[in-house]
Structure formats: structure tokens, C-alpha cells
């Protein structure tokens, strides 16, 4: 069950600090092209790339993977057609297209020894993205990517087991004791490789709630719990995005 | 720049005909391992699967990919914590996710000689589904994968030329001389496989337009147009289908 493939992929680390070699033109356009590959519902993606601007982790190539109706839109005309189906669905099909093509994007780069990370906040940062790229209309930014050569080293993180992943026939009734035990997985993963203390990463409680935590016992579970349990209340930050982008998921105005 | 890595990805074809094989239980958990090591916000994802009920296209095994809210819900109880985040924001990670994970499963799939499909009607589907797997609230169907062992071969489909993709800077000013010479990029790539005449795919003209079109011209660029000029008007059976499964992305009630 062991290939170059499988072992690319059970290998992936998402790095967060890289040496300043630019990869070559050959390699960007080759990384592009294994991404383009990846099966599609209409290829609602484009790519934005810059390798002049200062990226996240001084990474060389910063991408920026949007969906885009626009090109399907201009190509509709062309045919006499206009698009009728409902931005939610587009949305819905759209992520998945520039998803799909992201992620082939993230392994082949790192078959080619450049490794990367995703950067989840460009939806919030669309209107800026647009206007730093000059997007047309109908091109939401969805994930940025950093990826470079790596100048860190550290084994591939923890995941949920198996068992809370992969269901055949039904859903489980998962006990607490069983939720605990997948807790404890990427808990103790997380905390032998003293992840979250390296990184200086634990979020702070703005709630009314005592922080028992210190970088002995933060990890994780508590980590995502507090993204979560605190962050982005209100759906409008992002509504207002991809309004501003021309996209009404509620119905056409 | 060629890498066994780079040729499975540039290889990859959407498989519409399966041999009866069965894969192995060993290779099952390689393809989903493989997909869960795809960089991810918070794991948000679960994946169902079905051996038992006949699949599509005679796929030895039926996958569904959700979005999963629900295991992080029960692992933020354990810590104390409540979802405050809003559930449009939430799918946004979340469709990332899974869709990151499943592209890992394409990929080490085809890897050890398993093709696959997607099936992208699940949203529609999800109230359906949830019975039948018995999902608990906050599983989202995302979308269906089915795979196995192949039983037709045709060369990769076309793809967008790269300079209608990536785009370093600047998003291009597309003349409608360039939008047509990616159309035909498209649409001479499916034609010159037959693509559309051996599926008997052509889409019905349901509105009041005229087809000019016959299995010597129809193509990608028509085809598309026809879906997305024709179906999913209304949000309104995407966001039922959310609510029925416990999403509100205007806002909670």
C-alpha cells in the first residue's frame, strides 16, 4: 500500500518558515498545471500569484486561489447564454473546484521538495485582495497558499483517529468517552511535538472564562475551541465580501 | 519536473465504469489516511461509505464527503466551549476541508490503480442521505465520490490553457479573442475525445432558444452554459437542505 504518492501525502507538513530560493518559472507552471488536472464541476477557479510582494513566513510564492465566475460568464455571453443558477450553489460548486485544485497544488509542490500553507482569511480580505490584483467582479478570493523550500523540519501532524473519521453504513453514536479518546489523540500529538508553546500560538479568552491553560496543557482541542467559541459571531463580515464581489447568496437582488 | 507524483496528477481522468473488483479493507484506509493528511482548518469533515448499496456506475465503493460540524460541537462541550462562529463562515472552512481531504482520496486512489467520480448533487441530496447513514445534526453531504478499479480508458480531458488560469500581478483584461481561444482549447479537446456524443450527454434546451447544435458541435462551452443557464434558480432548495440539517448561513434563528 506504499507509493511515492501515498507517502507525498503521509508526509505533508504545512510549513511556516522558508528559505528565500525562488523556484523556477518550469516548477511554478508545472505545480499549476498538476492543479488544473484535478476533476471539476466547471473550472470556476483562477490563480493569483505574486513573487514580488513580501508573503506570509517569507515565503517566495504567495498564490492566491479565487473562484471565479467571471470567465464563465464572459464565455456564456459569447454562447448567447446567461447564468441563471443561484450564487449559493455557484459558491458551493465554485469552493469545491478551487479546493480540489488547491490541494493538488499543495502535494505536487511538495513531490517537488517545495512545501507550503494555506492561509483561510482571504475572504475576509477580499475587497483588498481585488483591488491589489484587479479582479473583475464575480472572483472571490478563497485561500491564499505560501509555498517555498523549507527551512524547518518537523514530523506531519496528528490526526483523528480512523474510527472518528471513516463511517461505513452509518453514523456512530459516539459515547463522551470515545470523543474524549479522539480528543486525546491530537492532544498528546500536538503536545509531544510542543507545537503550540513553539508557536506562541494560544488564543486568548475574551469570554468570561477562567484560562486554566498554560503551554503544559493547551492544546488542540482547547485551541480550535477557542477559535470557534469566540471568532467571526456575525455571517455579515462575509455577506459584505462577497457582495462587494458581486455575489448575493440569499437570492439576486 | 516529472515525478510519479505530478504523472498520477496529470493522469487523472473521471471514471464512469467500474470493473466488480473490490478493493481491499487495507487499501480503503490507505486512500482515507492519505486524505486526512491534507492540511485542514479544524478537521471538519467525516466521510460515509457504502459497500453494500449499489453505486453509481457500478462503483465497488460509494463515499460521501460532509462537512462536519457535529464532532467538533461534541469535543467543544467536553471543553466547556459553545460555537459562536456563523455557519456561513463555518461551511466556508468547512467545504475546504473536505473538499481537501477528498482530493487526497482521488489522488491515492488513482495512486494504487483506483479511478474515481465525484458526484456533485449530494447537497441536494442531504436530507436523503442523513436518514440513510443516520447522521446526527451539523453533517452537511457535500459531495459524493465513488471509486474502482477501471473499466473504460480515454486519455485525460482538456483544460483551460495556463494563461487563462494563473495570472501573476494582475488579472488580465480578457479581449473576447481571448475568452473564445480558451473556449476553443475547450471545446476541441472534448470533440476530438467524442466526449459528449458516446455519453449522449447533450442538455435539453428547456427555455425559449433555438439549438443549433448537434453531436458535431456540441461541446464543453455549450454544455456548461446550459447548465448554469438553466438549473438551480433558487437558492431556496440548497439553504432547506442546510436547514433540515441544522445550518442557518443568513444568521441564527
Same mark, same amino acid.
Given at each position: 500500500m506504499d507509493n511515492p504518492v501515498i507517502q507525498t501525502m503521509l508526509n505533508h507538513r504545512s510549513v511556516r518558515k522558508y528559505k528565500k530560493d525562488q523556484p523556477s518559472d518550469e516548477i511554478v507552471e508545472t505545480i499549476v498545471r498538476a492543479g488544473q488536472q484535478a476533476p471539476f464541476a466547471s473550472q470556476l *477557479? +483562477?490563480?493569483l500569484l +505574486? &513573487? /514580488? /510582494? /513580501?508573503?506570509p513566513f517569507g515565503a517566495p510564492l504567495w498564490f492566491i486561489i479565487c473562484v471565479d465566475l467571471y470567465k464563465l460568464e464572459r464565455f456564456m455571453k459569447i454562447r448567447g447564454w446567461e447564468v441563471v443558477t443561484n450564487d449559493l450553489s455557484l459558491l458551493f460548486f465554485g469552493i469545491q473546484d478551487a479546493a480540489y485544485m488547491a490541494q493538488n497544488m499543495v502535494v505536487a509542490g511538495e513531490s517537488l521538495g517545495l512545501f507550503?500553507?494555506?492561509l483561510g482569511a482571504a475572504p475576509y480580505q477580499a475587497e483588498r485582495i481585488a483591488r491589489d490584483f484587479k479582479l473583475p467582479p464575480r472572483v472571490f478570493p478563497l485561500v491564499g497558499l505560501v509555498m517555498g523550500y523549507p527551512a524547518e523540519d518537523f514530523p506531519p501532524r496528528p490526526r483523528y483517529p480512523l474510527s472518528f473519521t471513516l463511517f461505513e453504513d452509518r453514523y456512530p453514536e459516539f459515547t463522551d468517552d470515545e470523543v474524549a479518546a479522539a480528543m486525546k489523540v491530537m492532544d498528546d500529538g500536538y503536545l509531544a511535538q510542543g507545537y503550540y508553546v513553539k508557536q506562541k500560538a494560544k488564543i486568548p479568552i475574551e469570554v468570561d472564562k477562567k484560562d486554566a491553560f498554560t503551554y503544559d496543557n493547551y492544546s488542540w482541542t482547547e485551541h480550535i475551541a477557542r477559535k @470557534?467559541?469566540? @471568532? *467571526?459571531? +456575525?455571517? %455579515? %463580515?462575509?455577506? %459584505?465580501?462577497? &457582495? /462587494? &464581489?458581486?455575489?448575493?447568496i440569499t437570492g439576486k437582488e
Open positions: *477557479y +483562477s490563480v +505574486s &513573487r /514580488k /510582494k /513580501k508573503a507550503s500553507c494555506f @470557534w467559541g469566540q @471568532w *467571526y459571531r +456575525s455571517p %455579515e %463580515e462575509l455577506t %459584505e465580501q462577497l &457582495r /462587494k &464581489r458581486g455575489f448575493e
